[in-house]
T-cell receptor
């Protein structure tokens, strides 16, 4: 079965410092990876997806199949980046499938 | 488009009562997913439904839990004879297509926080 691991429950960085939120997955096939974000008092929303290879709000994530990782990175943290971040995995199965989420990492950007 | 609407936002039930959680997907979305978030845990998949069909219920507990998505009206997650361990946040998401397209996006509701006393 597929699994997503986010080893850090809380990551605290200073404003302007680089950010890396770790995500590792286990799945023998070719999954699709996502990062979802939940800002305070807001609903969970998609931040970025592997397939689009885009940068959103300065965040990027590269899929490393050798290390089975999909770490989220941003070179310079901003205060508004403080939020809960969830890594998620989707696999293709007949008839549709589901997102499997990690336990999330709370990012706190301090001034 | 108001987004995915869940109600109630907070629900308190005594042990043994029934809990009904409602989810209205975004307009035009015919795929609904339910997730449960226990304290200190991530979002755990429960069930995936399309209109009038259960597609994947591999995450649903075998007893007391059921879900439906009728032709008309919201999707309902029903928990019978609730126990303290059912206390959690329950999130609903909807999408235009199922995840078999791999790059579809799930839009989430704000969740229902169930407390069993």
């Amino acid at each position: 079965a597929q699994r997503v691991t986010q080893p850090e429950k809380l990551l605290s960085v200073f404003k302007g410092a680089p950010v890396e939120l770790k995500c590792n997955y286990s799945y023998s096939g070719s999954p699709e990876l996502f990062w979802y974000v939940q800002y305070s008092r807001q609903r969970l929303q998609l931040l970025l997806r592997h397939i689009s290879r885009e940068s959103i709000k300065g965040f990027t994530a590269d899929l490393n199949k050798g290390e089975t990782s999909f770490h989220l990175k941003k070179p310079f943290a901003q205060e508004e980046d403080s939020a809960m971040y969830y890594c998620a995995l989707s696999i293709l199965t007949g008839g549709g499938n589901k997102l499997t989420f990690g336990t999330g990492t709370q990012l706190k950007v301090e001034l | 488009n108001a987004g995915v609407m869940q109600n109630p936002r907070h629900l308190v039930r005594r042990r043994g009562q029934e809990a009904r959680l409602r989810c209205s997907p975004m307009k035009g979305h015919s795929h609904v997913y339910w997730y449960r978030q226990l304290p200190e845990e991530g979002l755990k998949f429960m069930v995936y439904l399309q209109k009038e069909n259960i597609i994947d219920e591999s995450g649903m507990p075998k007893e007391r839990f059921s879900a439906e998505f009728p032709k008309e009206g919201p999707s309902i997650l029903r928990i019978q004879q609730v126990v303290r361990g059912d206390s959690a946040a329950y999130f609903c998401a909807s999408s235009v297509e199922g995840f078999y397209s791999l790059n579809t996006e799930a839009f989430f509701g704000q969740g229902t926080r169930l407390t069993v006393v």
